[in-house]
């Protein structure tokens, strides 16, 4: 298994911004995707956005337009940048990616929105 590392969590008031990093050993030589996924409290765990190594995207309904997944594949890194950030994106945000390694999961960032 990979062992992803995440950055770029915390506290942020309603209608903030905050941008999630996840990075890949540089050993890694090939990510197919790299997903953000998030579990509330008291929810399920949600897929929110995930990158191919072309670099398309899809995302979740309640991110769309403010939510935004980058990656730069020189780094073996993925981007979240998340704007208009609501109380409902408070959550523990995972990134997970399918890798020439095999598959990697990362620890887990708080992101808490909250005035």
């Known amino acids: 298994q990979v062992h992803l590392v995440e950055s770029g969590g915390g506290l942020v008031q309603p209608g903030g911004s905050l941008r999630l990093s996840c990075a890949a050993p540089?050993?890694?030589?090939?990510?197919?995707?790299m997903n953000w996924y998030r579990q509330g409290p008291g929810k399920q765990r949600e897929l929110v956005a995930v990158i191919y190594s072309g670099g398309s995207t899809n995302y979740a309904d309640s991110v769309k337009g403010r939510f935004t997944i980058s990656r730069d594949n020189a780094k073996n890194t993925v981007y979240l940048q998340m704007n208009s950030l609501k109380p409902e994106d408070t959550a523990v945000y995972y990134c997970n990616a399918e890798t020439s390694q095999g598959l990697g999961w990362g620890q887990g960032t708080q992101v808490t929105v909250s005035s």
């Open positions: 540089e050993s890694v030589a090939f990510i197919y995707f």
